[in-house]
């Protein structure tokens, strides 16, 4: 399969990722942009969807979010920090960049994202029409809800107070205070601190992606507790929205996303892939989830 390096402008920064062409002889097709989770990079399995999608006629925006992986962070903005409405507004941007492109079908674009993507796809699908289909894999539904499931009760007000620091720190012009993603002791302080987590990172970063990161702001936590997608799933329709679901992940909570599914009105569709928030990733839940995609934006997006 081949593939381009990419760079185009993304709320001032220049983000970097990849193109894959369509496997067709059609003057245009479709195009499918791709974006990752929580502090993922490119690298992590996203070429795997994108080469399913390429054989099957679509062509694919894949990046890295603004100051991860390869991509530059938004001017006033440090490296490593997730700001989920400064991603969603890249997402856009990336939408703007592939319709600029003359092999791309400006009317026929989809939008894919797993974890936060997946909620930073279910929001712009919300909120920006020219998405034509989007598949949203285990997303993230509630911040406040997972926040409350990630962190301890007795820690919270520790949290409210490091907040709080945190924006006196930054306001004084001071670094940024940065914490591990992932830690093998599930009991440190870290932004993800579950055991499934730490094993799909560590493993991940040492097989595809050596030169991830295993840090975010703090204030990335700040932002990921205030964040509420699941809000905007009734806004989705009428643009047709796969969800993809693990009933076993504890990370984004798959009885969460479920029954948030519940809220958004048809066209669409839940799709369960067996075991947990990374199962989806790789072999058997690799075949469910990419088969699962790619027949939905063949249906809504090459289909029309």
């Not at 791709?34 to 694919?60: C, N, P």
């Not at 939008?111 to 993230?140: E, F, K, L």
């Not at 907040?163 to 306001?171: D, S, T």
Request: hydrophobic fraction near 40%.
């Amino acid at each position: 399969m081949t593939r381009e390096d990419i760079e185009f402008n993304g709320q001032g920064a220049t983000l970097r990722g990849w193109f894959y062409p369509a496997s067709t002889e059609a003057s245009t097709a479709p195009c499918v942009v791709m974006q990752h989770g929580f502090a993922a990079v490119k690298e992590m399995w996203l070429d795997a969807y994108a080469e399913v999608f390429q054989a099957a006629g679509l062509h694919v925006v894949v990046y890295d979010h603004p100051g991860f992986g390869a991509s530059d962070p938004v001017p006033g903005t440090p490296a490593q920090e997730l700001d989920p409405w400064q991603q969603i507004r890249c997402l856009q941007d990336a939408i703007t960049y592939a319709q600029g492109r003359p092999e791309v079908d400006a009317d026929r674009i989809g939008v894919w994202g797993s974890s936060y993507g997946g909620a930073n796809a279910m929001v712009t699908a919300a909120i920006d029409r020219r998405v034509g289909a989007v598949v949203s894999q285990v997303p993230a539904i509630s911040g406040s809800t997972s926040f409350g499931q990630l962190v301890r009760i007795d820690n919270w007000a520790a949290m409210d107070a490091a907040f709080a620091a945190e924006r006196q720190n930054r306001a004084a012009g001071g670094a940024p205070t940065m914490i591990p993603v992932v830690d093998e002791d599930p009991t440190a302080t870290s932004a993800l601190p579950t055991p499934d987590s730490y094993a799909w990172f560590h493993d991940t970063a040492a097989q595809r992606a050596p030169h991830w990161r295993n840090e975010v702001t703090l204030t990335s936590m700040e932002y990921f507790r205030g964040y509420e997608p699941g809000m905007y799933l009734p806004l989705i329709a009428p643009t047709p929205l796969l969800m993809i679901a693990a009933p076993l992940d504890r990370l984004a909570s798959g009885q969460l996303a479920t029954a948030a599914y519940e809220t958004a009105a048809q066209p669409k569709e839940l799709v369960l892939v067996p075991g947990g928030h990374f199962d989806a990733y790789t072999g058997q839940g690799f075949e469910v989830t990419s088969t699962a995609a790619l027949d939905w934006f063949t249906e809504h997006l090459a289909g029309r």
